[in-house]
């Protein structure tokens, strides 16, 4: 079946524009989660959806970052004023079931701000 | 967050080689997983473990989760040229709770 899909693939912004990155998990998955990899990096934990309870936003770095999904399908990733900092590549994955185990990753939206 | 120490940092190594990488935690983890990622790709999951102890294989790649539940190994054996890419562990503290990545293993075969 379908996997993760991201969009866009690539983004490139001005510095204090505001960026939408979008992700379609796979169909019945319940679990969502938004990463953020840098250049050279490893896998930085922004934000977690579960079903229908309030979502886990422990990894946002800072308020200029949100999140939304409705109900078990498309997740949103806003980034408001962006930064050059920001710019990186995020990843969203999805899983089955409460566990969180085996997380499927889509492709990443690579993000530019110029 | 948790910090996980995933080593070696980066390999180069010769086609037909074995290859073994590890990953520490300071907090106990009750699942631990194994990524490859490749260029411009989101990583792909290799290997899930549940249990302290157990061991599991995939094809040429075997992993096992640490009896101390703070670390795991990935041994890859006989390595070919498309075994290139960056290696990631993650662990998850508590069922249901994020999972904490590492910094990644990067692989180089050379042929």
């Known amino acids: 079946g379908a996997g993760v899909s991201q969009s866009p693939s690539n983004k490139v912004t001005e510095k204090g524009k505001d960026v939408e990155l979008r992700c379609d998990p796979i169909s019945g998955h319940t679990a969502l989660y938004w990463y953020r990899q840098r250049l050279g990096q490893g896998l930085e934990f922004l934000i977690y959806f579960q079903g229908n309870s309030a979502p886990d936003k422990s990894g946002l770095p800072s308020d200029r970052f949100s999140a939304e999904r409705t109900g078990e399908s498309v997740s949103t990733l806003t980034i408001q004023r962006t930064q050059q900092e920001d710019s990186a590549v995020y990843l969203c994955?999805?899983?089955f079931g409460t566990g969180g185990y085996e997380q499927y990753f889509g492709p990443g939206t690579r993000l530019t701000v110029t | 967050g948790q910090q996980l120490n995933q080593s070696p940092q980066s390999m180069f190594i010769q086609e037909g080689e074995d290859v073994s990488m590890n990953c520490t935690s300071s907090?106990?983890?009750?699942?631990w997983l194994w990524y490859k990622q490749d260029p411009g790709e989101g990583p792909v999951l290799l290997i899930a473990?549940?249990?302290?102890?157990e061991l599991t294989s995939n094809g040429r790649l075997t992993a096992q989760f640490g009896i101390t539940r703070k670390d795991s190994f990935l041994n890859i054996s006989a390595s070919i040229p498309s075994d290139v890419g960056i290696y990631f562990c993650?662990?998850?503290?508590?069922?249901?709770?994020?999972?904490?990545f590492g910094t990644g293993t990067s692989l180089t075969v050379i042929p």
């Open positions: 473990l549940y249990k302290a102890g």
């Open positions: 994955a999805s899983s």
């Open positions: 907090s106990i983890f009750n699942t």
């Open positions: 993650a662990g998850q503290i508590k069922t249901g709770n994020q999972f904490y």
